[in-house]
């Protein structure tokens, strides 16, 4: 869902300009967010509240473990580069908000996950608006 409000915004928008340093320095954290989270999934390994949907198991092994949410910190990644490191408005984080309470409902994580998902992101999309002020400060 972030793609689609962020990808044309980016093109559209001055405040991503130039879009060129902009959106790798987005799809980088964001895929740096996802993989570890993915490790810190294995290595705690906690089940998931719901390991079967309509009576069918999941047999994905990645898709079984819950902590931390990889939707949440990869939402907060997004969302802390665009508020801190564009200027845009807080309320994209509430598009994080709505992953995680979404995660919640479908009873894929505890509130636990969510908000260690949240943490991660946001401190990674810190580590993101400071390489995009060291990439504007050396580069433009």
């Given at each position: 869902m972030f793609a689609l409000i962020l990808l044309?915004?980016?093109?559209?928008?001055?405040l991503y300009k130039p879009v060129?340093?902009?959106?790798?320095?987005?799809?980088?954290?964001t895929y740096?967010?996802?993989r570890l989270v993915l490790s810190l999934k294995k290595y705690f390994s906690r089940k998931r509240p719901l390991v079967s949907v309509m009576g069918k198991k999941d047999s994905n092994p990645d898709m079984k473990h819950s902590f931390p949410s990889a939707h949440s910190a990869n939402s907060a990644v997004v969302a802390t580069i665009l508020v801190f490191g564009f200027g845009e408005t807080a309320w994209f984080y509430f598009f994080?908000?709505?992953?995680?309470?979404?995660?919640?409902?479908t009873l894929h994580h505890f509130l636990?996950?969510?908000?260690?998902?949240?943490?991660?992101?946001?401190?990674?999309?810190?580590?993101?608006?400071?390489?995009?002020?060291?990439?504007?400060?050396?580069?433009?």
């Open positions: 044309p915004l980016m093109f559209i928008s001055d060129y340093v902009s959106l790798p320095v987005v799809l980088i954290f740096g967010t996802d994080s908000v709505f992953a995680g309470v979404g995660r919640l409902l636990s996950d969510i908000i260690g998902g949240w943490i991660i992101g946001f401190l990674i999309g810190l580590l993101g608006v400071g390489a995009l002020v060291f990439l504007r400060l050396n580069l433009l």
